[in-house]
Every structure is written in structure tokens, then in C-alpha cells.
């Protein structure tokens, strides 16, 4: 697939807050190292690298082994959590013990989908793969990074029956004003994705208007949700700049601004500098 072209770069400094560098090599064939110098030639100089089955959280420790500027999240993701069977076990066992490497900042994305898994046998092993996670972010002082879709209630229900970890992500926050608030009183970090630049989504926008600055981050989950104007074409990381001047224009304040909030949020979001 055709690639977009690189941006205007940025005044400082951002973080890609959650992106997928494998299948965006896979979907449009921008190598990860590629892709990791264009983002940082427009100023996303970092990036969290999210693993999403066994094979992906692999990929994503040895991403963050090899550069010092991204760092890991490891998970089964809801979808692969409701299809995988008995390997669920198995893989849930991977997971914790991957999250205890050095360069693991995260657990997830973990949640629930209820997009894409509609049976109830599905949504109940969401449910407890969204719990196990949890347990192993507390255990392991790591962030969660929360996958939901069309599953706010829920998500909200399993994380208060579990206890919140003291950091959570809700990555490509798709929520109204009154979920935001839900997620800001549990101590969450909101997480945009290009779906904020997309005309139909006044709520998101809503969202993010009453969320405090220091409380967002931004994200491209690579390679899909690309911003406008360029919907349709593969995403990759170089295009956050889209994004971030978008959140600056919708918070009526400067680039400048945003950057630097983004840049300090992602540090405190995933426990610190990397
Ligand atoms: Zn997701
Ligand atoms: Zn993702």
C-alpha cells in the first residue's frame, strides 16, 4: 500500500503511545526500523510497542531489547482471548512472565471487544483474560493498557471488581464525556487515536475538552485509525503530528503546549522516562 508523505515535523518532542511496528510491516511494508527513523525525523521520538498474541509479545520484548526508544506492552488481546481455547492458559502464563522484563512497561492491550466477539462464551473468556491482566499489572507494577469497544459498562465493572492498577491507559479512548469522566475518576489516562479527527466524532472531542491536559496522550495504534486527512491509507507512527496539531486546534491551545504535555504524560503514564 501507498505511503503517506511525512508531515510538517513537530516543535518537540512526542510519544506514540501505543502502535503495532509488526503489523504495520505487514500491511504496508515499512520496515520497523523505517518507521522508527520518519517518526523521529518529525518529532515521535519514542514509542510503545504493543505484542498482542505469543508471538507478537516476543516481537515486542526484541523491539524494546533493540531500541532504546521504544518500550514493550504485552497481552492476549480480547479478540485472541476469545478464540484461543485452551492455549489461553498458556498464553496468559507467557504474558506474565514477559511483563517482568526490564523493558515491559505495560500490560496490554487487554479488555473487551464486544465489536468483533458477540457470544457470550467469547465475552465471558474477555472477561477473565481482562481480570488476569489486571492481577499481573499490580503484581508486576506495570501500566494496563485497556482495549475496549462498544464495552464501556463493562470495562468500568471488571476494572472496580478487580481494583484498579495505579496506572491505566484507555487506549483510542472511544468514549463520550460522562465515560471519560468514569475513567479520569479511576485514575486512567485518555489515549487519542486518529478516530479523534474523524468528522462523526463530536463525543470523542467532548471527551477530550473535559479531560484534564495533563491526563491525554496520543496515539496512532499502527497501522490502523489513520487521521484525516488521510483515512484509508496505512498508519504508522510519522503521522502522529496529524493528530497532535489536531488535539492542539480542538484544545484551542498551542502546538508547543500539547507536545510537551504529551511528551511529559507518556512518562508518567508508563512509570517513568525511557
Ligand atoms: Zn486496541
Ligand atoms: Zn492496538
Known sequence: ??????????PMPVVDSHC???????????????????AASVGVTRIVQIGCDPEGCHWAVQAAERWPTVIAGVAIHPNDAARMGPELA?????????????????VGESGLDYFRTRDAAGQALQRKAFAAHIAFAKAFDRTLVVHDRDAHDDILDVIDSEGAPSRIVMH?????????????????YLSFAGTVTFKNNDHLRDALVLAPLDRILVETDAPYLTPMPLRGKPNASYLIPHTARFLAATLGIDVEQVCQALNDNADAAFGGGW
Request: charged share 30%; proline share 6%; glycine share 6%.
Open 20 to 38: 503495532h511496528l509488526d503489523s504495520t510491516q505487514e500491511k504496508s511494508g515499512l520496515e520497523p526500523e523505517d518507521a522508527i527513523r520518519l
Open 172 to 188: 483510542c479512548f472511544s468514549g463520550d464525556d460522562h465515560f471519560a469522566k468514569a475513567c479520569l475518576d479511576r485514575g486512567a
Open 90 to 106: 498458556s498464553g496468559l502464563e507467557l504474558v506474565a512472565e514477559l511483563a517482568q522484563h526490564h523493558r515491559v512497561r505495560a
Open 1 to 10: 500500500m501507498e505511503l503517506p508523505d511525512l508531515p510538517e515535523p513537530l
